[in-house]
């Protein structure tokens, strides 16, 4: 392999793993928020409330435990703060959906092809050992940075309004309830740079 080939494969393939790294990051510190609402519906010490959290090794039913915790909360809770039993489920709703996006960052098996021009990309790899891979199968075709950038981006803008939901719950006399964050779109994140 030529050096030049040499570089642009280790930019290719470094790029490609800063982008799932910061799906992970911030898909994490989505549910580390998430498990802070969480908390505030346990009765008692909120303290006490997250090793039940942490106890249950799936994101998801993590989230549907929010769900639950939601749905046996007294109507009372709600008075001050009308609008959360729907911003709430619409938060659940959206983490739900870009659970399936994440998954598919972290877990489709991805090659490094080289063009007929001497560049190189990081794909989903849905041809041979994998052929019938569902995860490769929804980001085939997929420019993946974009893909995952987008992801990254999408787990901020929500980690954010959990972020900002968890002290207007606790205080909802001294917070304003904040408007639901603008999902951002991929076209917004196609100068992402290869390296």
């Known amino acids: 392999m030529r050096a ?31 498990a802070q ?3 505030l519906f346990c009765e ?23 769900r639950c915790a939601m749905t046996e909360t007294t109507s009372d809770r709600w008075k001050k703060s009308p609008r959360a039993p729907n911003d709430l489920k619409w938060l659940l709703d959206r983490a739900d959906k870009l659970a399936i996006d994440r998954n598919n960052a972290i877990h489709a098996p991805c090659s ?7 560049s190189s990309e990081v794909m989903a790899a849905v041809r041979s050992a994998n052929a019938g891979n569902p995860r490769a199968k929804n980001l085939e075709g997929k420019d993946l940075l974009i893909e995952f950038h987008w992801c990254a981006a999408y787990a901020v803008r929500l980690g954010q309004f959990a972020g900002m939901l968890a002290p207007t719950m606790a205080s909802p006399d001294h917070y304003e309830w904040p408007a639901r964050p603008k999902i951002p779109s991929r076209p917004d994140l196609s100068g992402v740079s290869r390296g």
């Open 4 to 34: 030049g080939r040499a570089e642009e494969t280790r930019e290719a393939i470094e790029a490609y793993c800063v982008a799932v790294g910061l799906v992970v990051y911030e898909w994490n510190d989505l549910h580390a928020k998430l």
């Open 37 to 39: 609402l969480f908390a």
């Open 44 to 66: 008692g010490d909120r303290r006490e409330a997250l090793p039940d959290w942490y106890a249950v090794r799936s994101d998801a039913k993590q989230r549907e435990m929010l």
């Open 112 to 118: 490094l092809y080289f063009g007929g021009d001497g």
